[in-house]
């Protein structure tokens, strides 16, 4: 078939040529923060502590496995339904590591990208962010990209918008409309295809991440809490990602 009605996405095309043993682009769905300090009987914020020292080992294992993205969902745009200390909480530490880690970006070549709607944490956190964005646009050796007031509906709807009003202005004509067109207006759309997506802490939903890009995902979940997230866990999802036959539809 030259030409069939559903196109396969990159990924798929990628996969014509064989399967790849380490995923290009994993994603993980970093949850479990709050039952870990309740646990120890500590206050949530310890477990937003403890889990951003997680990140710190996670993106040192992705970078050493030669995984090339590492997406990780640190707010979603339901998180804003949490209690006003701990979004204020939350926003403290991402000001706080920013400062710290930025050091530890440059010297490990980490590029850092932001998916979702980062403007809404304030003009303070959102320059700051920014400036590490433009400050690690050159590193190569990973892209960590941070979902902040990230929703994956929110997304589609913009794209979905962003296409109206360019027919509506006649500059497409909607039949048109395809596959990548849609992509194209994602905010992953720099973004090699998303091979492995991984939620900590059991529970076993999506929670609004990624749905268009996790079409074809591999996905793990595990019953590690995130702030207990490390080196072996992380190889564990990966030698889980190796052992998947991933098919795309085809046979
Ligand atoms: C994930 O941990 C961190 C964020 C969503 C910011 P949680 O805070 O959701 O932890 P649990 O799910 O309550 O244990
Ligand atoms: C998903 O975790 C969001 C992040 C990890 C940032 P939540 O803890 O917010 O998800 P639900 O509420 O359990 O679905
Ligand atoms: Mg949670």
Do not use: C
Request: overall charge negative; charged content about 30%.
């Amino acid at each position: 078939m030259s030409d069939p009605i559903v196109r396969p996405g990159r990924s798929a095309e990628r996969e014509v040529e064989g399967q790849k043993a380490t995923p290009r682009h994993v994603a993980i769905i970093m949850d479990g923060n709050g039952r870990w300090a309740a646990r120890r009987g500590l206050p949530r914020v310890a477990g937003h502590r403890a889990g951003a020292e997680a990140v710190r080992r996670t993106m040192q294992a992705a970078a050493d496995a030669g995984v090339e993205v590492l997406t990780l969902y640190a707010f979603s745009s339901e998180n804003w339904r949490r209690s006003e200390d701990e979004v204020s909480d939350l926003k403290g530490l991402m000001r706080f590591y920013l400062e710290r880690e930025l050091g530890t970006l440059q010297k490990e070549k980490v590029r850092l990208k932001l998916i979702g709607e980062p403007a809404a944490f304030g003009n303070d956190l959102y320059d700051r962010l920014s400036q590490a964005v433009e400050e690690t646009k050159d590193n190569d050796r990973l892209t960590l990209v941070v979902a902040l007031n990230y929703g994956s509906q929110a997304e589609l709807v913009g794209a979905a918008r962003a296409l109206a009003e360019r027919a509506k202005a006649g500059e497409i004509d909607p039949a048109t409309i395809d596959i990548a067109a849609v992509e194209s207006l994602l905010h992953t759309r720099d973004l090699p295809p998303l091979d492995l997506l991984v939620r900590t802490s059991g529970e076993v939903r999506l929670s609004n991440f990624l749905l268009w890009q996790a079409a074809y995902a591999e996905l793990v979940f595990t019953d590690t809490l995130w702030p207990d997230f490390d080196e072996a866990a992380f190889a564990a999802t990966l030698a889980e990602f190796a052992r998947r036959q991933r098919r795309f539809g085809g046979r």
